[in-house]
């Protein structure tokens, strides 16, 4: 088996008697265990009377077997032994996974095993559940991906297995019922016959991954999968075509429910899945996509047409793929949506015509074997989930090396694929409010057309002539070829201050563990005028989009070629972060200094930007009722971090004349904390800093950090703030907030949340089925731990809601009681493995180091004395901080809540103190935080 030198896992590939082919991976350092399991079965295999039947299966093997028959204890026994579980259903594949600490494996194990043994489809369970694949599926009603996937549906062979519906909700999984209302066919009876015909031990993969050693591993797939039934359906093939010809040449609008506005053109494929050891399609999506000067996107976005191109994506299958060219449009591109089609096909003649040549496949082979030769390590659980579908997909010997693998460069057979690249094997979907719809897709409702492109357009678009205002894309010059990494310096195992001056501060620390050439660069810019009105805050944000917008073309190569850069805005001012390989970062640094040292602030730009910016925020109107409460509350709660609407209405006023005296303010009044870490020797991080220094320094500039301000609820009770969201779920989120930031108040709230996640979900969702979207979340703001409660409901108004989740906030304490001394500490013990699990690879650990200094963290070990809060902890501590700070009687803690169209008739919510102003909310007493 093909793995990267940087790799230190051991692997070893299996089949066992019943066929079930097995990945074991031996990783010493893991401090999880993690097994996945993927089976050949997924919506493509639903009964065309019981659609959505594959992703109900999925739901159902969770919920009890004949071994343990408890619903709800695998969540439960993986959750209190520090792990987690999941699982997807794709078009063609369903995959179930896990991780938990290395001791429980053999009894997760058997516990996991036994779902694709002798499940029990419960009928209560089966009852319920088809209430929570009805919720997912309101759940996503509005979502304009899922919207679109749909009407993808309906534009291609009907009978194709793609064409069903793939989620399922309570129509389609019902009994059936004749005109008496008697049942003609059992639901039950149904899905246990789908899965004793589909789930197949032949059809299966499974990776276990864990510190036990390889022997070890495969005694434990011997023992628990062995037993699985093979019923020898491998081999199985779909024979009927996803587009017959009178589906291509076809032109579809489609209406979304977001004010967006996008062009995508999908060319048509056969199965490409056999030629993923040379990758041919990466070869056109990375030419098509190419953002450097002369490219599409650059052409199109200077023209004032797009805003974004993507190329290479589209949905694929066992006998089809398809290859999409996606662009977002400005107002002005979807009135000219003929001439953008045409640029592309002029771009795919220029590629015809000179962009076939062996090196550019050798500069995408490069980037792809430094990228496997110096990957970093991942958590067990996404190994395993990933490399168990890789089983599926590749020989044995690539499972590893596949996704990376470029081994030839073979021009005939590009040439054979370019012959695809035709308006006669193209379906054009154009996305936009305000087109011509005659059509309404099921199930989700959305509003579309589909014509036959006509013979004009079809020769316009045809072989077009080149202008010469397009060009491939140069050598790249920020390809590494040689890689290795400095040597080791010092024996530092911490950050040091190496320069700590007015204004600035430089951390260093050159990696010692992870030995690969890659670095990080933080780079923290506070200014206290740049978030010192909800304009500024908006005026910082516009300069970010119009600085990277700027960027684009100059960096797109380094990104490439394994750098990446990011600038962001935040409560302090903002951020910049660079990444990847060192051996260019200096000179990537070099080119952002140089676009700021420039500052171009055009007016045509500056309005696109504008313009998508305040459609985007607008937009935030229309995403999921829980994600408009949290924004809403951090916003009330934040004062630097305003919501949606406060934001839109400061932006409509600014003017791009505003923007230098701004930045030239801005700069007048900074303070720098900057990290350098990874492959970087104290010269060169040094050297880095004097770049930057240079870049910022201006005349009698003063040097101040930001304050962060967070709004305190005090000890008023209960606060609650209702938001208006216009769609049919209600929603609530309960927010909990520690008063102080000591770190025995962090293991506090850690631990609550740690314990009540799994009982909450399963109350709220398993039990009483009031939404699919439920949970708990550990929620730190400004450094005061929190702890936030939420639900979106298709079935319960808030006023019910909150009566449910009080309800389980009264009795919790006596789950507390319930647990034995063993299962006390094993949950605790989860929480610490959690808290305490080594950095998996130089990103984790440099972000972890990073949020330190953030934190004024400066020995770097919060982290430390937090688990010996945790492991000092009693559980009477704990009922007494349920009872006292929890309890919804004497809690202190806020309410938000939107009430939907469908719970309309519903009684109002009414506890606790209204928020009327947020402006005379916010004069409350703060907490003020530096940095």
Known sequence: MHISPNDKKHYRHITLENGLRVLLVHDHSAQKSAAALAVNVGHFDDPHHREGLAHYLEHMLFLGTEKYPVIGEFQSFISQHGGKNNAW????????????????????????????????????????????????????LKDDMRRLYQVH????????????????????????????????????DE???????HYSADLMTATLVGPQLLDELEQLASTYFAPIENHHLAGKAIHIPLVRQQDSAKFICVEPEKDSRKLMLTFNFPCMDGFYQSKPLSYFAHLLGDESEGSLLQLLKTEELITSLTAGGGISGSNFREFSVSCSLTQQGLEQVDYIVRRIFEFIELLRQGGLAEWRYLEKQAVLESAFRFQEASRPIDVASHLVINLQNYQPDDVVYGDYMMTHYDEDHLRQLLQHFTPYNMRVMLIAKGLQYDRQAKWYNTPYSTRSISDAELQNWTRPEITGELALPEPNPYICYQLDPSPIEDDAQLPELIQDKPGFRLWHLQEKEFRVPKGLAFIAIDSPHAVSTARTIVETRLCVEMFLDALAKETYQAEIAGMGYNLYAHQGGVTLML????????????????????????????????????????????????????????????????????????????????????????????????????????DNATKLAESLKNALR????????????????????????????????????????????????????TLANHLMSAAFFHEIRTKQQLGYMVGTGNMPLNRHPGLALYVQSPNAAPIDLVASVDEFLNAFYMVLLELNEQQWQNSKQGLLN???????????????????????????????????EIVKLDRSEMIRFVVNELKPRTANRLIMHSKGTAHADAPDLDVGLEIGSIDEFQLRPKDVDLG
Request: hydrophobic fraction near 35%.
């Open 579 to 682: 990444s990847g390989f060192t051996q260019k970062q200096a000179k990537l640094l070099d080119v952002i200094i140089n676009k700021f040292d420039t500052r171009e602030f055009s007016r045509s730009r500056f309005d696109s930007i504008k313009r998508q910016m305040l459609r985007n925020w607008r937009n935030t109107a229309k995403d999921r009722p829980v994600s408009q409460l949290f924004n809403a509350m951090t916003g009330i709660l934040q004062p630097n971090n305003p919501p949606y609407p406060v934001l839109i209405e400061a932006l409509e006023s600014i003017q791009v004349d505003e923007l230098p005296s701004f930045v030239s303010t801005m700069l007048a009044e900074l303070h720098i904390e900057m990290f350098v870490y990874g492959d970087w020797t104290r």
């Open 191 to 197: 899905i246990i016959e789908f899965y004793q015909q």
């Open 153 to 188: 549906k309906e534009v291609v062979n009907p009978e194709h297995p793609f064409a069903k519906f793939s989620v399922g909700n309570e129509e389609t999984l019902s009994d059936l019922l004749d005109d008496n209302g008697n049942p003609t066919s059992s639901i039950r």
């Open 89 to 140: 259903t794709g078009t063609e594949h369903t995959c179930y996974f896990f991780d938990i600490i290395p001791n429980e494996f053999t009894q997760a194990l058997d516990r996991f095993s036994q779902f694709f043994i002798a499940p029990l489809f419960n009928q209560e369970a089966l009852e319920k559940e088809r209430q929570a694949v009805d919720s997912e599926f309101r759940l996503k």
């Open 698 to 749: 201006m005349k009698d500039q003063q040097y101040e950090e930001s304050l962060r301000p967070l709004v305190m609820l005090g000890v008023s009770g209960t606060f609650q703030r209702e938001v208006h969201c216009d769609q049919a779920d209600s929603a609530l989120v309960l927010y909990y907030q520690s008063p102080e930031i000591s770190p025995k108040n962090v293991a506090l709230y």
């Open 834 to 868: 959690q808290i305490m699990s080594p950095d998996s690879n130089l990103r984790a650990r440099g972000q972890r180091l990073w949020v330190a200094i953030g934190n004024k963290d400066y020995e770097f070990n919060n982290r430390e004395i937090v688990v010996d």
